[in-house]
């Protein structure tokens, strides 16, 4: 093997001039989200309250290809086209006849994928006059890319960021103070949603459904300002498939073609950007199989049912298709907390509902056993959502070994864990916990879906 070659970087010339949309191929419409108060498919009046109209235009679109802005293109190229890496060093630990491939994401300025649709969003709302943006954030990535955006933009950004990353991960809310966002604490003081939450558990560790909840209140009350999410809806899936259009120029640059593709899963955003462009061929028969990666303390694509559910805690996001857990589930305060969703995004749903997308669940300690070791030997310490993906490949060529099989592997490396490490430091430490989830959880959460999950059949 010629290791000069392990590396594919495409000039910049080569980002992709339109989004794939995936929802002109699929076999089934994807069912309208619905007004929380009226339970009817909501209007594009009615989301234009929170977001900007080529937003929800991208939203309910079933246009095959849109046009990327050149201004969103000139910001991408910043950091696009992202490498894809040949694993060499990952193959020879692992003695696996199989070939393994990761498309890197953590190049990007803040780390991660997400700027991928943070640019465009902050983009539309930009020409629609907007000043201020309020987000949640997770384990602080999209935070972030929203952050990073919007000063690239001239637009005020505020973040919400679920507790426990909040307090996991200082040096995310570190990262988003230096672009000039303000990020705090999920649920809080500042809205009414949080206050009403922190009334009745004042220890309350916080949700993305919570954070959801609190930057709509936010932005719903104010005339300047709209709401960005950073995963689940179709615009954000669209946006990211700049990876997957990427990835097929450089694999075919590899003179190779994949046998699997994986990717982590908590709304769907990377695993979508990274499928999106393969589906059809799956659909007539051929191309990968497409693995979803999620952990096992909310495992969403494994255990949730298929449903429309609140994309937040309370209710005031419009009901979503999409398998969940229930919106009132609180996940434990695992480590990987832009996997803590209780839903997964429509779009990626309907693939999975369609038998496209298989999935399988982790527990933390083995996703973080798994970064370890690619840490070692190929030199990049992965964010903990990445770790998931990492042991799904990981697994995959282990399975290769024993078959003997020489399978081409590619895997979506969605970020770095470089502000992660207080996660490895109890890790290395032995102090992290499995968290084993009770069905009664999900049973209790699914109990108290939306009367529409009942009485609108979407199976």
Same mark, same amino acid.
């Given at each position: 093997?010629?290791?000069?070659? #392990? ?49 929800? @235009? ?33 193959? @020879? ?32 709302? @930009? ?225 999975? @509902? ?8 982790? #527990? ?96």
């Amino acid at each position: 093997m010629n290791l000069d070659q #392990h590396r594919y970087v495409l000039p910049a010339r080569d980002i992709p001039t339109a989004w794939y949309n995936i929802a002109a191929d699929l076999p089934e419409a994807i069912p309208p989200h619905l007004n929380p108060q009226t339970g009817q498919p909501a209007t594009p009046q009615e989301m234009g309250a929170i977001f900007p109209q080529e937003i929800i @235009k991208q939203e309910v679109s079933t246009e095959r290809w849109i046009e990327i802005p050149e201004p969103v293109r000139e910001k991408l190229a910043i950091w696009r086209p992202s490498p894809l890496v040949r694993a060499i060093q990952l193959e @020879k630990h692992l003695k696996t006849p199989a070939r393994i491939y990761y498309k890197y994401e953590g190049v990007s300025p803040t780390g991660s994928h997400k700027p991928n649709s943070a640019v465009a969003q902050a983009y539309y709302n @930009k020409q629609e006059g907007i000043k201020r943006i309020a987000t949640e954030t997770g384990a602080g990535q999209w935070g972030c890319s929203l952050a990073f955006a919007c000063d690239l933009f001239d637009i005020e950004c505020k973040v919400y960021m679920v507790k426990v990353s909040y307090e996991q991960k200082p040096f995310r809310r570190s990262m988003m103070e230096l672009f000039g966002a303000s990020c705090i604490p999920s649920p809080s003081n500042e809205t009414e949603a949080g206050r009403a939450l922190l009334a009745k558990d004042p220890n309350c560790t916080g949700a993305l459904g919570i954070a959801i909840t609190e930057a709509i209140e936010d932005a719903a009350g104010r005339e300047d300002t709209n709401y960005a999410l950073g995963s689940v809806l179709n615009h954000v899936c669209l946006h990211q498939t700049v990876i997957g259009l990427e990835l097929k120029k450089q694999l075919a640059m590899a003179e190779d073609t994949p046998d699997i593709l994986i990717g982590c899963a908590g709304g769907g955003s990377n695993l979508a950007g990274m499928i999106f462009p393969y589906v059809k061929e799956r659909m007539e028969g051929k191309g990968p199989q497409l693995l979803a990666v999620e952990p096992s303390a909310c495992p969403t694509l494994t255990r949730g049912k298929y449903a429309y559910d609140y994309g937040d805690s309370i209710g005031l996001a419009p009901m979503a298709p999409m398998y969940t857990l229930g919106h009132t589930f609180v996940p434990s305060g695992i480590h990987a907390g832009g996997l803590r969703y209780h839903g997964m995004g429509p779009t990626i749903s309907m693939v999975r @509902k369609l038998g496209l997308l298989d999935a399988v669940s982790y #527990h933390q300690n083995e996703c973080f056993e798994a970064g370890v070791t690619f840490a070692r030997v190929e030199g990049i310490c992965p964010a903990p959502e990445s770790t998931h993906a990492v042991k799904g490949a990981i697994d995959e060529a282990l399975k290769c070994k024993e078959t003997g099989e020489e399978k081409c592997i590619v895997f979506n490396l969605s970020g770095h864990g470089h502000f992660d490490m207080l996660s490895y430091d109890k890790y290395l430490a032995g102090d992290l916990e499995d968290y084993s989830l009770p069905q009664e959880n999900i049973d209790t959460a699914l109990n108290n879906l939306p009367e529409a999950a009942a009485e609108t059949s979407i199976s």
